[in-house]
């Protein structure tokens, strides 16, 4: 019985991908299909294939669980893309917008020039580690931000408690030109030469280690060119190989959609989704400087893609997640702030000197700003515990 059952499970999960992984009438069957809102009971509606929700009903949600288990479904097996309505607070976005305007006018004065994945270099404006670089220029706006609870729901319900935010603001201007469509971090951005070496499980693997996500800056109509998406096209087998082929790019222009967004929404997909920004038409008086904060939400057991000095993120904010502390802001939403800025897994470390005592790992760096929370330590203090962690890490 036991070698039928192993015999089974080799026949259905070929260890490589072949011609067959790569069939565009497959892709078509998979992708072809109705998202049905009755399937997810906590979604507000479905448009244009993706389903929507009501950020501002979360918090009445009597089972969070549930409602992440949902979310789940829909990312994995679903259309694989959600909407979320009104999820962060206009005021704080403003806020948010006039503080990368500051640093991307700094940028400009110091004569630095952004490029992007999978457009032309100079035609937008971007800010690559915007996290970190928000944190710095106006850290009472950062824990205000990522306090927000919407954003934590989906992220836990993806990647679990401890994820790695990362994030990059792109400004797309009027005239600016639609992305090639595309699948994201992680194999999205290995060298097609290298993907087939790459074994089945790992391409089925890659889309479960990073959360893609973008929060809209101002109003996108669709003539603004918000992100196209292909729902549904996230099942595919043999997307990340197949997705530069020209029949593939093809049937994206076909049968893509955009949903307009307003200044607060956000939306989160599956890596594997095929997406890309669109072309920017809006022209004249109407013309729109489109500003999204696109965010890469990493598994704490993979790699960002960006290098952050989460320490000194921690230092800036630390003392307005004091005072969010003080003034009554719900606990939930100053972890949400610490997540969001500290590192929360505890390797790699050194273990001769960062020993796991009583536990099977040290306290990781959000663990050290949580206890120094309850504690109600100064940000000197703070300082010392911080100092003193990285210390013990270093070989």
């Not at 694989?80 to 917008?97: E, I, L, P």
């Not at 490029?115 to 950062?142: C, E, T």
């Not at 993907?195 to 089925?204: D, E, N, V």
């Not at 996230?234 to 076909?254: H, L, M």
Request: net charge negative; aromatic share 8%; glycine share 6%.
């Amino acid at each position: 019985m036991a070698t039928s059952i192993q015999q089974r499970f080799r026949s259905a999960q070929p260890p490589w991908l072949s011609d067959s992984d790569f069939d565009l009438e497959e892709f078509r069957t998979q992708v072809e299909c109705d998202t049905d809102v009755s399937d997810y009971p906590h979604a507000e509606d479905v448009r244009d294939n993706v389903l929507v929700y009501d950020a501002a009903a979360m918090p009445r949600v009597a089972d969070r669980r549930a409602l992440q288990a949902e979310l789940i479904r829909a990312l994995a097996d679903g259309p694989g893309v959600v909407v979320f309505t009104c999820a962060f607070d206009a005021d704080v976005v403003d806020r948010a917008s006039e503080a990368f305007f500051a640093i991307i006018d700094a940028q400009r004065a110091g004569g630095l020039a952004a490029g992007d994945h999978f457009g032309k270099p100079g035609a937008n404006d971007r800010i690559w580690n915007a996290a970190q670089k928000l944190a710095l220029h106006d850290p009472v706006v950062f824990a205000d931000y990522y306090a927000n609870d919407a954003l934590a729901v989906v992220c836990q319900a993806w990647l679990g408690p401890r994820y790695q935010v990362t994030s990059q603001v792109n400004v797309v201007n009027p005239g600016g030109k639609a992305q090639v469509p595309h699948r994201d971090y992680h194999l999205g951005f290995v060298p097609d030469e290298h993907l087939t070496s790459y074994p089945a499980h790992i391409h089925r693997t890659s889309p479960t280690l990073t959360l893609q996500g973008a929060v809209a800056h101002c109003d996108m109509p669709v003539e603004s060119g918000p992100t196209m998406l292909l729902p549904h096209s996230q099942r595919f087998a043999g997307g990340y190989i197949a997705f530069n082929r020209p029949e593939f790019i093809d049937y994206f222009d076909a049968h893509r959609v955009q949903l307009p967004l307003q200044k607060g929404d956000a939306v989160f997909f599956n890596p594997a989704l095929y997406h890309g920004a669109g072309t920017n038409f809006s022209t004249g008086t109407s013309a729109i400087k489109r500003i999204a904060n696109l965010m890469q939400i990493s598994s704490p057991f993979g790699r960002a893609m960006e290098a952050m000095d989460r320490t000194a993120m921690v230092r800036a904010i630390y003392p307005s997640l004091l005072a969010m502390q003080s003034a009554g802001r719900p606990h939930r939403e100053v972890e949400n702030a610490v997540v969001a800025a500290a590192e929360g897994y505890a390797f790699p470390t050194n273990l001769d000197s960062d020993q796991p005592i009583g536990s099977l790992a040290p306290p990781s760096q959000v663990d050290t700003v949580l206890d120094a929370l309850a504690e109600n330590l100064t940000a000197e203090d703070l300082d010392v515990a911080l100092r003193d962690q990285n210390e013990r890490r270093m070989p």
